[in-house]
T-cell receptor, first 111, second 114 residues
Framework: GQNIDQPTEMTATEGAIVQINCTYQTSGFNGLFWYQQHAGEAPTFLSYNVLDGLEEKGRFSSFLSRSKGYSYLLLKELQMKDSASYLCAGEGSSNTGKLIFGQGTTLQVKP | DGGITQSPKYLFRKEGQNVTLSCEQNLNHDAMYWYRQDPGQGLRLIYYSQIVNDFQKGDIAEGYSVSREKKESFPLTVTSAQKNPTAFYLC?????????????FGPGTRLTVL
């Protein structure tokens, strides 16, 4: 089966660094996405990892370890506008494009 | 501008009524998806379509129906058989069904059953 787990809520301070973890169990696994979703809006794509290691994009980085079934999203130099939900999503090996989403981590950035 | 549009943004329905949510994309994407999101939860897949005139059930298809008569359009009907239809509905599309292609989301329709 497929299962994606991530913390429900996190709080961090403006200017700090925060790491949002995601663990998964899938029967066959192709890659892992991270999306950002502000309240009442559609998710927007942040990153995609298929190989082990760290992918860096400006203030945001994403890491994947396939052997450990583990990923994290790292946000640096936090800004107030980073307050949002962060969704981890993965796909099994069916190659249908279907994604399995975690419940999302709501990040609150405080001054 | 290319993108995905959903209409309406807010929709109210009386119990026992069917309602159809629109999803249109001009990205020339092959695959389209419908998700449901409940407060504090992740997205759950309702239906998806990889090519025109073909679609498959997702994880929570009961009480919903779809059609894919045109590449650009993938409407979702919420039927009276859906026991708890109040939710945020998101449509997405991707260039192909290959995982490496990112799914792009429409702005969503918030459905409330009165």
């Amino acid at each position: 089966g497929q299962n994606i787990d991530q913390p429900t809520e996190m709080t961090a301070t403006e200017g700090a660094i925060v790491q949002i973890n995601c663990t998964y169990q899938t029967s066959g696994f192709n890659g892992l996405f991270w999306y950002q979703q502000h309240a009442g809006e559609a998710p927007t794509f942040l990153s995609y990892n298929v190989l082990d290691g760290l992918e860096e994009k400006g203030r945001f980085s994403s890491f994947l370890s396939r052997s450990k079934g583990y990923s994290y999203l790292l946000l640096k130099e936090l800004q107030m506008k980073d307050s949002a939900s962060y969704l981890c999503a993965g796909e099994g090996s069916s190659n249908t494009g279907k994604l399995i989403f975690g419940q999302g981590t709501t990040l609150q950035v405080k001054p | 501008d290319g993108g995905i549009t959903q209409s309406p943004k807010y929709l109210f329905r009386k119990e026992g009524q069917n309602v159809t949510l629109s999803c249109e994309q001009n990205l020339n994407h092959d695959a389209m998806y419908w998700y449901r999101q409940d407060p504090g939860q992740g997205l759950r897949l309702i239906y998806y379509s990889q090519i025109v005139n073909d679609f498959q059930k997702g994880d929570i298809a009961e009480g919903y129906s779809v059609s894919r008569e045109k590449k650009e359009s993938f409407p979702l009907t919420v039927t009276s058989a859906q026991k708890n239809p109040t939710a945020f509905y998101l449509c997405a599309s991707t260039d192909s069904s290959h995982l490496r292609d990112t799914q792009y989301f429409g702005p969503g329709t918030r459905l409330t059953v009165l």
